[in-house]
């Protein structure tokens, strides 16, 4: 049943039950005056006897109005109960519309902080990578120092070894007594 449908029901059920209570309310003034009436006459005149055929059918009335207010008042005990029931209902829903909205809003505000928190636990992973990537750099730069310092040891070494060839040394005196045929003569 949908909730327009039951507030439909519920309003009928409502009116007819404003009716009956009306109904009701009127019929009790009919026999609170009639009572006064009555009374008033058989007050007012001592000698006034109701003819027991007026006073059975006077009773068989009061009898047939408290039927119907029995009849009535049950019907109200009815409705009553129902409309009760209807509010425990809507007591009900309305708690699982607000438990439901607040789950809602709760959900959205995680769904809102996601992108916060992925881009802090990502910074948060990144920091470690980044530090590493820090660390090996500095040892590479350290590294290719050495290798620039080993390489320029190593030319130097090797310039000083080519500039010192191993040529035999002979004495002054040798040389100048030995003499070089020139190529003039002849």
């Not at 507030?7 to 009919?30: G, N, P, V, Y």
């Not at 006073?55 to 019907?75: M, N, P």
Request: proline share 3%.
């Amino acid at each position: 049943m949908t909730q327009l449908a039951s507030k439909l029901k519920i309003s009928d059920t409502q009116a007819e039950l404003a009716r009956l209570q009306e109904e009701l309310q009127m019929r009790d003034q009919l026999v609170q005056q009639l009572s006064q009436e009555l009374f008033r006459l058989v007050k007012g005149n001592k000698n006034f006897l109701p003819s027991t055929e007026v006073s059975e059918r006077h009773h068989a009335e009061v009898r047939a109005l408290r039927e119907q207010l029995q009849g009535v008042e049950k019907q109200v005990a009815f409705y009553q109960e129902q409309i009760s029931d209807r509010d425990g209902e809507i007591y009900q829903l309305r708690q699982t519309v607000q438990e439901l909205t607040d789950r809602t809003r709760m959900l959205e505000q995680v769904v809102q902080e996601l992108p916060k928190i992925y881009k802090q636990k990502f910074a948060e992973r990144m920091a470690a990578v980044k530090a590493r990537v820090a660390d090996i750099q500095r040892e590479n730069r350290q590294l290719n120092a050495e290798l620039q310092s080993v390489s320029y040891r190593l030319a130097v070494r090797s310039r000083r070894n080519q500039h010192c060839l191993d040529l035999p040394t002979f004495p002054n005196s040798a040389i100048a007594a030995t003499s070089m045929p020139s190529f003039a003569e002849g």
